[in-house]
């Protein structure tokens, strides 16, 4: 049997649902997992069976090379001896490295790779001084090769675009593809067809998910359509003013930052969602609307549109002010395409990004032999 070190939220929401039932597989199968979890933060390590327990940092802000932070991972790796680390976001570089060198490379480790070098090339470089931030970007790029290639036995990108964005890249060869799952809330809430075509989105307001281009089109089609069509924003980032300003002259509504426990609720209120982003991964708010059996139009840059296919399960647009216009105006159209394409992207979701699917998955690649 393995010690396993998990670094993410234990919690069922979103994608860190995927980690809260790895964690409790494992230790059901007999090994040893310790949690180091982010959210939600509480300060008594919490004992939830005989083999898993759950920790938390230091303080309820974002790990980083803090001294109570360095600390208690030293003490943590000292204590437990963890054969493998499997990490995702906040702490993973400080775990990794520790870990390596407290145990003599003896220790496995794991690495997520959700963001593409394109989207934090496009947000860095958005705004403000452009050279600067470009030899910002550079310097970022080789710590984290050095990273990949030093500290990590296998990187894990969550898609196929993910996985050749980091092998070209990074020009390692230590990727393992695979896809994030998601926990299924659906609750049987179905689209209503009455009134306005309710268009949504939810996520980041930044220049790499293509707000610049659906700004745009949102002034143009509510021009065309009035009423008849509505916008719904939820999010934060540099284009909040702008959506405050188009909010106070009634072409959306702008409701900013959303609780992750009204997420259901939103999405299950608007009809459409539109992801169109010029650099993108997997985008979980895509899985989550096809989960909820709502109608997808998304970016054919993101990674997520290699799994699914344009007029089945979603609409599949280029990252333009023209081709989100055509998409919705089809739909103004053609009302009833939006019931058929959302019960596609439900069946998808059941078929591709299932929580049973990604155990298998980790229980296969993971050295877990005695």
Known sequence: MKKILILHNYTED????????LANDLSAKGHDVLFLSHRPYHTVPKQINERLKVQCWSTYKRPTYRPSDLWLVIRLLLTFRPDIVVAHFSGSNLVAVLSK????????????YHTLSSQVSTDLTARGNLLIKRLLFRVLTLRKRIFYRIFCDHVLPTSHLAYTDYVNFYGLNNGIEHITPLKDRYSGSKIDHAGP????????????????ILLEAVRELKQT????????????????QELKQLDAEGLVSFIGFLDYDKVDAFLERNDVFIIPSYSD?????????????????????TGLSYYLKDGVDCLQIDPTRAAITERLQYLMEH??????????GRQTFLDRFSIPSYLEFMNRILPLGN
């Open 281 to 301: 991964n997997l985008v979980t708010v895509g899985i989550e609307v096809m989960m909820k059996e709502r109608c997808l139009i998304i970016s054919r840059a």
């Open 335 to 344: 009302r009833e395409e939006v019931q058929r394409i959302a019960d596609g």
């Open 225 to 240: 359509y009035g009423n008849s069509i509505a916008f719904e924003f939820a999010g934060r980032g540099h284009y909040e």
């Open 101 to 112: 060198l407290l145990s003599f490379g003896r220790t496995r480790t794991y690495m997520y």
């Open 14 to 21: 979103s994608f860190a649902a995927m980690s809260y039932h």
């Open 197 to 212: 075509l309710r268009v949504g989105y939810l996520g980041r307001l930044d220049q790499s998910k293509g707000m610049d």
